[in-house]
């Protein structure tokens, strides 16, 4: 077969399958100023669902130990990856050593005015900002975004135009969220705000760690979708 019938046959097979949220979704040609959200779980959810890697598939993580849930639509960007330089612009951030990319997809919270009632969904999102979250010894970034288009929040172009008690209850969770009842000491630590140009930052950051990792998997993508 030559190149060309092989690009129409394989360009056949994907549309016959589900595209994998993490690989198989393009990122979005206007990153780092819109970026593709993959949504995993919604503020109604009393249930921790996160993506399962292989397969793709929503799944299971744990149940909400604690009455709290997320305050935003959150999930991840596809096609990146918190890996060496992410952790590498946590250490230069922080002055701190030894500190690694926890090895997932870069984490968004999506701000709306709207009720997205489930998860399993792809938004296109503008990114403000982030929180510098470390867990273990490892970045664990949570980007800030408002949803593109929305009637409301699109107004907010920066992390300082949220509310100081906005973003405080955004912290409460990812402090918390993993913790058991009657567990000691913190699992996590939120160890500063960051704005707009550093969210761009992170976020250029991981889909090279993600193109750089998974080279192999571009080349099959087409890597002009990328």
Not at 180 to 187: E, I, L, R, T, V
Not at 190 to 209: L, M, N, W
Request: charged fraction near 25%.
């Amino acid at each position: 077969m030559t190149d060309n019938i092989l690009d129409e046959v394989w360009g056949k097979i994907r549309l016959l399958l589900k595209s994998h949220p993490w690989h198989g979704v393009p990122i979005g040609k206007a990153v780092p100023k819109t970026v593709t959200t993959y949504i995993e779980i919604v503020p109604t959810d009393t249930v921790k669902y996160e993506i399962e890697k292989h397969s793709g598939f929503l799944k299971v993580d744990r149940p909400q130990k604690y009455s709290n849930v997320c305050p935003t639509p959150y999930g991840f960007i596809p096609q990146t990856l918190c890996g060496d330089r992410v952790g590498e612009y946590c250490m230069k951030m922080t002055g701190r050593e030894n500190i690694q990319g926890d090895g997932d997809p870069l984490d968004i919270c999506v701000i709306t005015e709207k009720s997205i009632s489930h998860s399993n969904i792809l938004l296109q999102a503008i990114p403000i900002g982030g929180f510098r979250m470390i867990d273990h010894n490892e970045a664990d970034d949570k980007i800030i975004a408002v949803m593109k288009d929305d009637a409301i929040f699109s107004e907010w172009k920066n992390i300082s135009d949220c509310s100081h008690s906005f973003i405080e209850r955004l912290k409460h969770y990812f402090l918390t969220y993993k913790d058991a009842p009657g567990s000691d000491g913190k699992h996590c630590e939120i160890h500063s705000v960051y704005g707009i140009e550093e969210a761009y930052e992170i976020i250029r950051a991981s889909h090279q760690d993600y193109i750089e990792k998974y080279s192999d998997l571009n080349v099959l993508l087409n890597r002009e979708e990328i």
